[in-house]
């Protein structure tokens, strides 16, 4: 799963070794870092952590939440599970 993707774009041990040596050398024949152009994009935050950028993309960012927060939130999935098996018995009852 590491490398599926190499392995999806058909490159192999040798096909990367290749794709190496052709980098280092394009990097010795010019050797001078280019910056790369500023795409101007600006990003604006929005309600409950959704960043909107000036290209249009919309992020979702999660809002660090309380300990007191995170307790009451384990202690409500706690409380919907055992619900659901206490549901669960009760139709095996009745059958």
Known sequence: AHFS???AG???GEKL???YSEAHEKIREDPE????EKKGVTHTRGEA??????DGTEHARNKKI???????KVAAKIAA???KLLEADEAEEDE
Do not use: C, F
């Open 5 to 7: 993707k190499y392995i």
């Open 49 to 54: 952590g959704q960043i909107t950028s000036s």
């Open 33 to 36: 870092h280019q910056l790369a």
């Open 10 to 12: 058909d490159l192999d």
């Open 17 to 19: 070794e290749e794709m």
């Open 81 to 83: 599970a055992q619900a």
């Open 66 to 72: 309380t300990l007191e927060q995170r307790r009451a």
